[in-house]
């Protein structure tokens, strides 16, 4: 079920530093990383120009990292969902201290 946002789970605040890995980890983005649950996050770029549709988020503070698809995207926001069959241990799961 959705919750008024249109998100299937509740998401937390953060402002972690991350990563975009995409093009077989050829090439990397710089990110950070502002809200988080365990469907799906928003991430915050310079600019999106050159973002692709999937990839990799790694969150290097928190020792994760995340399949990725965009569901949406302005100049420098972007909202994806976490892929659940493409995941390194199953459900995606950050524990923010």
Same mark, same amino acid.
């Given at each position: 079920? %959705?919750?008024e946002n249109n998100r299937?789970? @509740? !998401? $937390? !605040?953060?402002? %972690?530093?991350?990563?975009?890995?995409?093009n077989n980890k050829q &090439?990397?983005?710089?990110?950070?990383? $502002?809200?988080? &649950?365990?469907?799906?996050? %928003? %991430?915050?770029?310079?600019?999106?120009?050159?973002? =692709?549709?999937?990839?990799?988020?790694?969150? =290097?503070?928190?020792? $994760? /990292?995340f399949h990725c698809c +965009? +569901?949406?995207?302005?100049?420098?926001?972007?909202?994806? &969902?976490?892929?659940?069959?493409? /995941? @390194? /241990?199953?459900?995606?799961?950050? !524990?923010?201290?």
């Amino acid at each position: 079920m %959705l919750n008024e946002n249109n998100r299937i789970a @509740p !998401r $937390k !605040r953060t402002l %972690l530093p991350a990563k975009i890995y995409f093009n077989n980890k050829q &090439s990397v983005l710089d990110c950070i990383l $502002k809200n988080f &649950s365990s469907a799906g996050a %928003l %991430l915050k770029f310079v600019s999106t120009m050159g973002v =692709p549709d999937n990839f990799l988020l790694v969150i =290097p503070s928190a020792g $994760k /990292q995340f399949h990725c698809c +965009v +569901v949406w995207s302005n100049a420098k926001e972007v909202g994806v &969902s976490f892929d659940p069959l493409n /995941q @390194p /241990q199953g459900k995606p799961d950050l !524990r923010l201290v």
